[in-house]
């Protein structure tokens, strides 16, 4: 469940985009890049109104020993949504023992620097992959085509259709995740993506073909990046999950930028056509998908130093075990007064 609604909140994107296309085309010719720049800056400030409205999340409030909070967040989520909320003492007592399961000290300590180092890295390397993939075969090889070919980036329509194609995209990611898993979507988008943009290098670009296959290959870049997204967050516990995303994505950032540099002089010293920038990136992202991931990366559910997979960290477990915990005591209370 938790893969498909990241792939669904990344569908979002697709719609901001739209927006965005808007806001280019639509408002900037009226009112002036200046005006339409602040009203986008505007929007940002939405980030102070979440600040005070979603609140923390209980697991991460529980997990710092934060008992105390992550027990109203929950009652007052559970107050918000009509649930009857369960016994202070059961919750508390449960939020007790996702805190000493997913504290530094019991996750880290048990097993070896290697096992955690290894997935860590391809981890970073499946980053890598993809944000030099996506922007060579998304960004990159278009923008070659509209030299000799059609331009998609030249109309407002193109574009604003490959935002849709980018909604979609995640769409399709986010039905299929929880069906298929990651490595086995994620495979199977990366070989799409590189059968279509191989295709689209070779064929002639007219402006239907232009057009069509590079929605193709936005909507399949946008579902690899769902899959990228929904199964980085569960390599990580609870205590370390955002800075261990927040590493992945800057180390991704910088290979951007490194991209930046890297593609002209691909294209105009090393003189190498477009079919060969398809055929080195699109291979690169079938490797990393295909053979570096599933081998040496996170497998969800089986590995033993993440406390996500512990048998006492799954929430099914936890509640199990609590109503256990709360039957044994109600039935010895209720022996007590028996003997009295």
């Keep these: 469940m938790s893969g498909r609604v990241v792939s669904l909140l990344d569908a979002f994107t697709g719609i901001g985009g739209l927006f965005g296309v808007a806001l280019a085309f639509a408002v900037a010719p009226r009112l002036g890049w200046r005006t339409t720049y602040l009203a986008a800056c505007g929007l940002v400030l939405y980030a102070i109104v979440l600040r005070f409205t979603v ?7 529980a997990s ?9 967040i929950v009652e007052k989520i559970e107050h918000l949504h009509g649930i009857q909320a369960s016994g202070d003492n059961t919750q508390k007592t449960e939020l007790e023992f996702t805190s000493a399961l997913e504290s530094p000290s019991s996750s880290s300590a048990k097993t070896p620097l290697l096992k955690r180092l290894i997935p860590t890295l391809v981890l970073w390397i499946l980053w890598i992959a993809m944000t030099l993939s996506s922007y060579t075969l998304g960004i990159y090889v278009p923008t070659l085509i509209s030299l000799s070919g059609y331009n998609v980036f030249a109309s407002w329509c193109t574009i604003g259709g490959l935002k849709i194609a980018q909604t979609v995209g995640s769409v399709a990611a986010a039905t299929a995740l929880d069906s298929y898993g990651f490595h086995r979507c994620f495979a199977i988008f990366a070989t799409l993506v590189t059968i279509f943009s191989v295709v689209l290098s070779y064929v002639t670009w007219s402006h239907a073909v232009v057009t069509a296959i590079t929605f193709v290959v936005t909507a399949l870049l946008s579902a690899c990046w769902s899959c990228v997204l929904a199964y980085t967050p569960g390599h990580f516990t609870t205590t370390h999950r955002g800075r261990g995303v927040g590493y992945a994505v800057g180390v991704s950032r910088l290979a951007a930028v490194g991209g930046c540099y890297l593609y002209p002089h691909m294209f105009n ?14 291979g ?17 559910l089986e590995q033993e130093d993440d406390t996500d997979s512990c048998a006492w960290t799954s929430a099914a477990d936890l509640e199990n075990g609590m109503s256990s915990a709360s039957e044994e005591r109600s039935n010895g209370a209720s022996a007590a007064e028996e003997s009295r």
Aim: glycine share 8%; charged share 15%.
């Design 55 to 61: 609140p923390e999340s209980p697991r991460w409030l």
């Design 64 to 72: 710092v020993g934060r008992t105390e909070e992550a027990c109203a």
């Design 269 to 282: 010293v090393w003189v190498l056509s477009v079919p060969v920038l398809c055929w080195i990136f699109g």
């Design 284 to 300: 690169v992202l079938i490797i990393v998908a295909v053979g570096f991931s599933p081998r040496f990366g996170y497998q969800l």
